[in-house]
């Protein structure tokens, strides 16, 4: 598996935070988009979906592959093979904007904005890492599986200073 690049964290005010990420993947965004809307899809790498209404202003809920409690939203953006954005009760809003790179790879430009106390960056990029890694796994072979050890491991490469991460 290709390393995913590290995602960045920034301050937007005293309590919201953005997360981003750019993984380029090798695969088509036709190939691609299912990964990111479908239930079967989405359970090979970032969650059970419990609820989702595939369209603008469809419900959904998903319980993420580590076991935490489900988050329910809202689909509030949807430009099929394009964009999907979820906006999720303690996630906040999570927009995957797909561009293709030639015809066998996509650049998905992610951006997970949190709002509310007790985002812990280090935290929260690890587990998208992870997510990420996941998903590249799934596009390219059986998939991988969450373990908290990985999830250690990133935390620590987050936690961090930018001069040191590999």
Do not use: K
Not at 46 to 67: K, S, W
Not at 125 to 151: K, M, N, V
């Amino acid at each position: 598996m290709s390393p995913v690049s590290h995602g960045t964290s920034e301050s937007r005010a005293e309590d919201r935070r953005l997360i981003r990420f750019e993984p380029h993947l090798p695969c088509s965004y036709e190939g691609l988009w299912p990964a990111l809307t479908t239930a079967d899809g989405l359970r090979r790498w970032l969650g059970e979906a419990e609820v989702l209404e595939r369209h603008l202003d469809g419900a959904v809920t998903l319980r993420p592959l580590d076991g935490g409690p489900a988050a329910s939203g809202r689909i509030t953006a949807w430009d099929v093979e394009r964009v999907v954005e979820y906006t999720l009760g303690g996630l906040g809003r999570i927009r995957f904007h797909l561009e293709p790179v030639g015809t066998d790879s996509t650049v998905i430009r992610f951006l997970n904005e949190r709002e509310g106390p007790g985002a812990d960056p280090p935290g929260v990029l690890a587990d998208w890492h992870q997510h990420f890694e996941l998903l590249e796994s799934a596009l390219t072979g059986p998939g991988g599986t969450w373990t908290e050890g990985r999830r250690a491991e990133l935390r620590e490469s987050y936690a961090r200073p930018l001069t040191r991460r590999p």
